[in-house]
């Protein structure tokens, strides 16, 4: 079964420091990757995406994509305790494959301290 | 206001009941898709259908069934079969051939 992978921690980060989240997919034909934000006991909302290799920035929210290495990351600046919440990296299938859902991560818990 | 509407948001079973559970979109999304998630885990794919009057099964689909008659709707029950059935169970769309996913509120269903 294809996989996400990321580290659970807690992270913890003190208010105004950048947070560095990381994710790894185990298959190489993932085309897209996204970023989701979960607060306890609520939905996930998604935060960003990223298709191509490189950076892509949206407000204090940076991802990076490295398909050779099947990394991705996302990048926190400035960050608020208000952004204390679990982080979901999800990928997708190629559309050849016919499967548009996508596979989760089991999320990383990030603890933004004032 | 467009977004996807999941109810009931708390949902109490007995041993050996069937419930459904309902998720409606008015986003005019082609798919939907049924997640599971556990205590301090990531989501699970139980089902998604990618048109009308089709689905597919996903990761875990023992135990659930799904019927997609309706663009807009995309219920899910949770049978008797299903040995371990509490958990959060988020419902998402997204358009056909785009592929950010939006979810709902959730529903937690326990066993009682």
């Known amino acids: 079964q294809k996989e996400v992978e990321q580290n659970s921690g807690p992270l913890s980060v003190p208010e105004g420091a950048i947070a560095s989240l990381n994710c790894t997919y185990s298959?190489?034909?993932?085309?897209?990757f996204f970023w989701y934000r979960q607060y306890s006991g609520k939905s996930p909302e998604l935060i960003m995406f990223i298709y191509s290799n490189g950076d892509k920035e949206d407000g204090r929210f940076t991802a990076q994509l490295n398909k050779a290495s099947q990394y991705v990351s996302l990048l926190i600046r400035d960050s608020q305790p208000s952004d204390s919440a679990t982080y979901l990296c999800?990928?997708?299938?190629?559309?050849?494959?016919?499967?548009?859902?996508?596979?989760f991560g089991s999320g990383t818990r990030l603890q933004v301290q004032p | 206001d467009g977004g996807i509407t999941q109810s009931p948001k708390y949902l109490f079973r007995k041993e050996g009941q069937n419930v459904t559970l309902s998720c409606e979109q008015n986003?005019?999304?082609?798919?939907m898709y049924w997640y599971r998630q556990d205590p301090g885990q990531g989501l699970r794919l139980i089902y998604y259908?990618?048109?009308?009057?089709?689905?597919q099964k996903g990761d875990i689909a023992e135990g659930y069934s799904v019927s997609r008659e309706k663009k807009e709707s995309f219920p899910l029950t949770v049978t008797s079969a299903q040995k371990n059935p509490t958990a959060f169970y988020l419902c998402?769309?997204?358009?056909?051939?785009?592929?950010?996913?939006?979810f709902g509120q959730g529903t937690r269903l326990t066993v009682v």
């Open positions: 999800a990928a997708q299938a190629p559309m050849d494959t016919g499967r548009r859902a996508l596979t």
């Open positions: 998402a769309s997204s358009r056909g051939g785009a592929t950010e996913a939006f």
């Open positions: 986003l005019n999304h082609d798919a």
């Open positions: 259908s990618q048109i009308v009057n089709d689905f």
């Open positions: 298959d190489r034909g993932s085309q897209s």
